[in-house]
């Protein structure tokens, strides 16, 4: 059984099972943060519900390529030149915009836990649609590169990039952009976030932020999980290109690189179903006391209605 066909087998089938678990909790996700009121006014839990959003999309999108691809052997982005600049934008700008939310809501769980008054209120539901706002005009712009660049060579037949300036900007993006910026901006405010709540004596009565913060920090161990070693293979591959390989050798390097390709959909699918977990008792809870509150007044006003009669 040679390594090709593993990463094809692996591919089938962790894709599928990526598929239906990351869309499926992805909609929990956003079910359940929209459902309660609270939640839909929280910066944090509206970075969640916008990058949920551009998760669906992305797995989708990028899943269901790659599964046509490995059951079918037709590459749809290289088809015609269409689709290879489409799929090109589409996948890094979801992403980008995914990730941009996490490290915003990061961000947000350093302003909320903050003992500064000044700084708890830049954790404001209007910034927060503004910045999301600039953040996907930011990120369609930075795509445009792909509509102007993006070709399929009739020498190679793959869609790539035939600018040499901008094929050597691709790995700065990946290594940047996808692996080290946001890691890095999660890590720093993750860790403030946590000193702040083992400082701060009146969180422990605030369980909802708690666990919104929980999720956060989670958030942070996946994203270093399931990217850094997807961009350590990326640094090796360029370091690398210039090295004569055999044969034995680059299958190999292909087998870890779809390997490591399908570990970082962890951040896409097993985070969300976290977080689905994590407010779920939360939401049959606001629900519990949504009828108990209306049980109470349709009490109290049997019993005014009595007293009046």
């Known amino acids: 059984m040679s390594l090709t066909y593993i990463a094809q087998q692996c591919t089938i089938y962790g894709g599928f099972f990526l598929l239906i678990t990351g869309t499926v909790g992805n909609f929990l996700t956003i079910l359940t943060f929209s459902s309660v009121r609270i939640y839909r006014t929280t910066p944090s839990t509206f970075y969640f519900i916008i990058g949920s959003i551009h998760n669906i999309v992305y797995i989708l999108i990028n899943l269901i390529v790659r599964l046509i691809n490995a059951i079918t052997g037709f590459e749809l982005n290289t088809s015609s030149k269409a689709w290879c600049?489409?799929?090109?934008?589409?996948?890094?700008?979801?992403?980008?915009?995914?990730?941009?939310?996490?490290?915003?809501?990061?961000?947000?769980q350093f302003f909320v836990t903050s003992r500064n008054a000044h700084v708890r209120r830049c954790s404001n539901i209007k910034w927060a649609h503004r910045i999301v706002f600039i953040v996907m005009i930011i990120w369609c712009l930075h795509g445009i590169p792909d509509f102007l660049y993006y070709n399929i060579p009739p020498v190679t037949t793959s869609c790539e990039s035939t600018n040499p300036h901008y094929l050597t900007y691709i790995p700065i993006y990946i290594l940047g952009l996808q692996c080290g910026i946001p890691v890095l901006i999660m890590l720093v405010f993750g860790s403030l976030a946590y000193r702040n709540i083992h400082q701060t004596r009146a969180l422990a009565r605030q369980q909802a932020d708690r666990?919104?913060?929980?999720?956060?920090?989670?958030?942070?161990?996946?994203?270093?999980?399931?990217?850094i070693p997807f961009g350590i293979m990326t640094a090796y591959s360029?370091?690398?290109a210039g090295v004569s390989k055999s044969i034995d050798?680059?299958?190999?390097?292909?087998?870890?690189?779809?390997?490591?390709?399908?570990?970082?959909?962890?951040?896409?699918?097993?985070?969300?179903l976290f977080k689905y977990i994590f407010m779920k008792s939360f939401f049959c809870r606001a629900i519990s006391t949504y009828f108990l509150f209306h049980q109470v007044v349709f009490v109290s006003q049997l019993k005014s209605g009595y007293a009046a009669g």
Not at 88 to 99: A, D, E
Not at 252 to 263: A, G, P, Q
Request: with cysteine.
């Open 238 to 240: 360029l370091i690398t």
């Open 211 to 227: 666990q919104i913060t929980k999720m956060v920090l989670m958030q942070i161990i996946l994203v270093v999980i399931s990217m």
């Open 85 to 108: 600049m489409m799929l090109t934008f589409l996948i890094g700008y979801l992403g980008l915009t995914s990730f941009t939310c996490s490290c915003l809501a990061t961000i947000d």
């Open 249 to 272: 050798q680059q299958i190999k390097e292909y087998f870890v690189t779809i390997i490591l390709v399908l570990v970082t959909y962890l951040y896409y699918v097993v985070c969300l």
